[in-house]
């Protein structure tokens, strides 16, 4: 599992969440980080999504979460929403 989003993946906006943070950038791509119990590593990461919008891709400028949806600013304007599923 890796430990963060890699080369190329330019963070532009970090969301706390109860069980974690969310990490926003580039190619619209959130990297989910939860807390671990390991002592060595406070959070781990959860998973990856990808914003599949029109046919452009589009960075993430801005988000919002609430406990059912993560509202989005992508680069190019636009405003999207999507349900936030806490489970894998």
């Given amino acids: 599992m890796k430990d963060g989003p890699g080369e190329g993946f330019a963070v532009e906006v970090i969301v ?21 119990e390991n002592e060595k590593k406070n959070y781990i990461f959860s998973r990856e999504r990808t914003l599949v919008y029109k046919e452009s891709v589009s960075k993430i400028m801005s988000m919002c979460i609430d406990e059912d ?15 936030f599923l806490t489970e894998k």
């Fill in 16 to 36: 706390p969440t109860s069980k974690g943070f969310i990490i926003g950038g580039t190619n619209a791509t959130l990297h989910i980080f939860e807390k671990s």
């Fill in 69 to 83: 949806w993560i509202l989005f600013g992508l680069g190019d304007g636009s405003l999207l929403k999507t349900p």
